[in-house]
């Protein structure tokens, strides 16, 4: 089993930058991948960008070459830079560990609010 907490969230003017970390604690060792989402209220959770135990990293469209997703280890936490923000990114931000260990289970943080002003 896995924990996951969400932090960093906050409230930034356009073009402004933002750093989320996603800290893990438990069973991290069965951990495949973690990705972080964003959801709109009354919209779907989308996928924003993904890091996966080998290193290899995924972005949305939307996000390429403003956000960087990278991890340490050592901490058991994923972070999320996110630069040149803009109101359109405003959402609440969830990190989803990818579990295997007897199966496939997946495991969300509570999110964190990131909030774009214009």
């Known amino acids: 089993q896995v924990q996951l907490v969400e932090s960093g969230g906050g409230l930034v003017q356009t073009g402004g930058s933002l750093r989320l970390s996603c800290a893990a604690s438990?069973?991290?060792?069965?951990?495949?991948?973690i990705s972080w989402y964003r959801q709109v209220l009354g919209k779907q959770r989308e996928l924003v960008a993904g890091?996966?135990?080998?290193?290899?990293?995924n972005y949305a469209d939307s996000v390429k070459g403003r956000f960087a997703v990278s991890r340490d280890n050592a901490k058991n936490t994923v972070y999320l830079q996110m630069n040149s923000l803009q109101p359109e990114d405003t959402a609440l931000y969830y990190c989803?560990?990818?579990?295997?260990?007897?199966?496939?289970?997946?495991?969300w943080g509570p999110g964190t609010q990131v909030t774009v002003s214009s």
């Open positions: 890091i996966n135990s080998d290193g290899t990293t």
């Open positions: 989803k560990a990818d579990y295997l260990e007897w199966g496939y289970r997946e495991y």
């Open positions: 438990g069973s991290t060792a069965n951990i495949k991948g």
